[in-house]
């Protein structure tokens, strides 16, 4: 992590009031309607989001699920995502302080998505945070994000190498494999952004 949890937190509480309206590119659109997509949770499903920002993910996943849980490292950012809920009247999403190597949840989920979060991780860290993930022993892991699917040209990188840290498909299927997941789709929405889906290997 190129920064602290901490600076991380303050920069996205910053920004976080005019967050939603940066976020338009075409192809944030496009991923975050994938990992909805492929969230596709059941009506007694528990979800967990973690990164979930403004709750762009976990309001879409609300009304077609028990409960979401919603984590973030940012007060504004959840603050936020809590008015957002409020106006729309749900009362089955829960939003509070969380990281991916510490999700601050104490029951096993149904269901993990994350969308545009992750690439703030090093390798490593990502490597803990899919095991931590998988020790919650969720059926499905949806993960909607910033990552290599050949060289990126880095003249025109779509992340922010001051910030950012992506990583390969590679490496995300090797980790996701490591913890138990099997890789069920991969979708690419740009060279550098892409949604990978994996269910939990199933028991022998």
Do not use: W
């Not at 803990?128 to 998988?134: L, Y």
């Not at 993960?143 to 992506?166: H, K, N, R, W």
């Amino acid at each position: 992590m190129k920064k602290t949890i901490e600076e991380h937190a303050a920069r996205f509480s910053k920004i976080a009031s005019k967050y939603d309206e940066s976020q338009d590119s075409e192809e944030y659109r496009a991923c975050a309607s994938l990992v909805v997509h492929y969230a596709d949770p059941s009506p007694d499903d528990v979800v967990l989001d973690l990164g979930t920002g403004t709750g762009a993910i976990a309001l879409a996943l609300a009304g077609d699920a028990e409960r979401v849980i919603g984590r973030d490292i940012s007060e504004g950012m959840l603050d936020e995502a809590r008015r957002k809920a409020e106006e729309v009247g749900l009362d089955n999403v829960e939003f509070g302080e969380g990281r991916f190597r510490d999700p601050n949840v104490d029951e096993n989920v149904d269901l993990v998505v994350s969308n545009f979060a992750m690439h703030h991780l090093s390798d490593e860290e990502k490597r803990e945070a899919i095991q931590v993930i998988a020790d919650l022993q969720p059926r499905r892991f949806v993960l909607g994000d910033v990552m290599f699917f050949g060289t990126p040209d880095p003249d025109e990188p779509f992340y922010s190498p001051e910030v950012d840290l992506p990583s390969t498909v590679g490496f995300l299927a090797e980790a996701l494999t490591e913890a138990g997941f099997v890789l069920t789709a991969v979708e690419s929405v740009h060279d550098q952004v892409g949604v990978l889906v994996a269910e939990r290997a199933p028991l022998e």
